[in-house]
């Protein structure tokens, strides 16, 4: 195959050649000045790996557990939103088969274009259910509940989203998104704004921007799966997480598509990883595109990362086939990274192999 990229970030450019400009920039964008989207990929490069040498790497063993999950490698698929726009007749279910097939978790977004039931039945992946929460606390209690049915093993609660970034890509485009397929028969998601982006209208109107700390005590009334806060971006915040008894903290700025200026998700992990002093694992996600860039966290304290973009860059390339490859090449990427940085096991990977700009002022 002449077109075969040799590494997740080609699969950027067959994205954009293979989808309608509306759809590339919705996944591809990110809010106002677009600085954290940025941010999130520059960070990563501003962090040099130490090297141990004279290790037996001859067996390089990459599984871990998530919440007790095993899985092959620390690496989830990220939450995001509506595969439809990148492969219509596959959707959701094409990327939860790439996560089954390559022993995987699966994140699925609240904002799916394939319902719960019908990823929960297309493959046997363990899977993550993100969500938000509406105005209508009736209708995310129902998700939660659908999820719980079907299987799904944790609540991925968004926190950073209390109404839509400034996202001016999809306000030029006019942006409509599909319906979303939870809700078909219950309403429909399809809010009009020829202004601007209907995405930005749907959330206005559905989006509950009261959500607080205290209604972490609702959601674990109406669930009994382990809860993750996805958002947060401080000690303080990591603090108030465990206070409120959630099984675990997702490092995340919503792949710059949130607040803009935040600042990168890898410049702030070790924070968070040092404020929660090993009582619930931390995850990470933003800018992940590299086996070096998933060492890199592990090394801050993340116990595994989430990938987002490429994803759907490999869906909207080549199906399911494409999501595959990215899983596949950012493993294998990863093994070589252990091998050559002299960790055969994920356990003997330490802060003292990675360097940061911090650690240079020092
Ligand atoms: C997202 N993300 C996201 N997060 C979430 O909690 N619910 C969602 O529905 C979505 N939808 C979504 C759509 C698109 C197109 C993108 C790019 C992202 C955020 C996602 O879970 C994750 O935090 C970032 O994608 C991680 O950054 P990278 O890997 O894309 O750089």
Request: hydrophobic share 45%; with cysteine; aromatic share 6%.
């Amino acid at each position: 195959m002449g077109n075969e990229p040799v590494n997740v970030k080609e699969y950027q450019e067959l994205a954009k050649q293979a989808l309608p400009k509306m759809n590339y920039d919705y996944f591809a964008g990110g809010s106002e000045d677009q600085h954290t989207l940025r941010e999130n990929n520059d960070a990563f490069q501003r962090i040099i790996i130490l090297p141990r040498i004279l290790v037996d790497v001859s067996k390089i063993d990459m599984s871990t557990t998530i919440l007790g999950y095993k899985t092959s490698a620390p690496i989830m698929i990220a939450p995001t939103s509506m595969h439809k726009l990148a492969h219509p007749e596959g959707r959701e279910i094409l990327t939860a088969k790439a996560a089954a097939a390559c022993n995987v978790i699966m994140g699925l977004s609240f904002s799916s274009t394939c319902t719960i039931e019908e990823v929960a039945s297309s493959c046997n992946a363990v899977r993550f259910f993100q969500l938000y929460v509406f105005k209508r606390r009736d209708l995310s209690a129902l998700m939660v509940k659908r999820a719980e049915m079907n299987g799904f093993k944790a609540i991925l609660l968004t926190a950073d989203t209390p109404k839509l970034g400034r996202r001016e890509a999809d306000i030029k485009n006019k942006m409509i998104a599909p319906q979303l397929k939870n809700f078909e028969g219950l309403f429909s998601t399809k809010v009009d704004d020829s202004d601007g982006s209907n995405l930005e209208a749907f959330a206005s109107r559905f989006m509950d921007p009261s959500l607080s700390w205290k209604d972490i005590a609702w959601l674990k009334s109406i669930t009994n799966l382990p809860i993750l806060i996805k958002g947060v971006l401080t000690r303080e915040d990591a603090i108030k997480a465990m206070e409120v008894g959630v099984e675990g903290i997702i490092v995340s700025n919503h792949g710059g598509r949130q607040l803009d200026y935040v600042p990168a998700t890898i410049a702030v992990l070790e924070e968070v990883v040092a404020a929660v002093e090993g009582r619930i694992p931390v995850l990470f996600d933003g800018g992940i595109r590299r086996g070096t860039d998933v060492f890199k966290a592990l090394a801050l304290g993340a116990r595994a990362v989430m990938v987002g973009r490429p994803i759907i860059y490999g869906l909207a390339a080549k199906g399911e086939y494409g999501v595959r490859r990215v899983i596949e090449m950012l493993k294998d990427e990863l093994e070589l990274t252990l091998a050559l940085a002299g960790c055969p096991t994920l356990n003997d990977i330490t802060r003292k192999h990675v360097k940061t700009q911090t650690d240079n002022q020092h």
